[in-house]
């Protein structure tokens, strides 16, 4: 809201908030670009090294419960562990920090209904221009975000891949299990 009328009322000037609405949905699409592949490589091999750590981390438990529990079996067993789940921590920060700014880009869709809403009350001559932009926003945001690889990343991506990769494991856990003897 950045005009002011003759009679004291404010109103919105739209063309420049559509403007700058696209300026910013640019600019997003720059630093995607720009950071798409490092986020690939970093997250990539962030997740190999993961899964391996992971099995790792399962086999020095294994051997721990065949062999007996020594010192130097259970030190292994503390500190694959503990690499484990720091791996597991840095693939969640690296992730959370795209998927950042996707969160941004969703919110404002939340934004301009607070708009819509004000003009509302405002200015009720430009609420067919509000509800306009309005629709622009909720239609341009639906392909905005952090991509990589074509890939929009979100927190609900990262939930469906965890929920997936937890299933696997579970899975290949309850199998290892019947066919290990304890």
Same mark, same amino acid.
């Given at each position: 809201?950045?005009?002011?009328?003759?009679?004291?009322?404010?109103?919105?000037?739209?063309?420049?908030a559509?403007?700058?609405?696209?300026i910013l949905?640019?600019?997003?699409?720059? &630093?995607?670009?720009?950071?798409?592949? &490092?986020?690939?490589?970093?997250?990539?091999?962030?997740?190999?090294a993961?899964?391996?750590?992971?099995v790792?981390?399962?086999?020095?438990?294994?051997?721990?419960?065949?062999?007996?529990?020594?010192?130097?079996?259970?030190?292994?067993?503390?500190?694959?562990?503990?690499?484990?789940?720091? &791996?597991?921590?840095?693939?969640?920060?690296?992730?959370?920090?795209?998927?950042?700014?996707?969160? !941004?880009?969703?919110?404002?869709? &939340?934004?301009?209904?607070?708009?819509?809403?004000?003009?509302?009350?405002?200015?009720?001559?430009?609420?067919?221009?509000?509800?306009?932009?309005?629709?622009?926003?909720?239609?341009?945001?639906?392909?905005?975000?952090?991509?990589?690889?074509?890939?929009?990343?979100s927190?609900?991506?990262? !939930?469906?891949?965890?929920?997936?990769?937890?299933?696997?494991?579970?899975?290949?856990?309850?199998? !290892?299990?019947?066919?290990?003897?304890?």
């Amino acid at each position: 809201i950045d005009l002011e009328n003759g009679n004291g009322r404010k109103r919105v000037n739209f063309e420049q908030a559509y403007e700058n609405f696209h300026i910013l949905i640019d600019l997003v699409e720059q &630093y995607s670009s720009c950071f798409a592949g &490092y986020f690939f490589y970093a997250e990539f091999t962030l997740l190999l090294a993961t899964v391996f750590l992971g099995v790792g981390t399962g086999d020095n438990v294994f051997n721990l419960i065949r062999n007996g529990f020594t010192m130097t079996g259970m030190m292994r067993v503390i500190g694959s562990t503990g690499l484990f789940f720091l &791996y597991i921590h840095v693939c969640k920060i690296v992730f959370s920090a795209a998927a950042s700014i996707t969160k !941004a880009i969703s919110n404002l869709k &939340y934004r301009a209904h607070k708009l819509d809403a004000v003009i509302s009350v405002i200015d009720p001559s430009s609420m067919d221009k509000s509800k306009k932009f309005y629709d622009h926003v909720c239609e341009g945001i639906k392909l905005s975000g952090f991509r990589s690889m074509g890939i929009i990343i979100s927190n609900s991506l990262g !939930a469906k891949v965890a929920y997936g990769a937890l299933t696997l494991i579970s899975t290949v856990a309850m199998v !290892a299990m019947k066919y290990v003897e304890l």
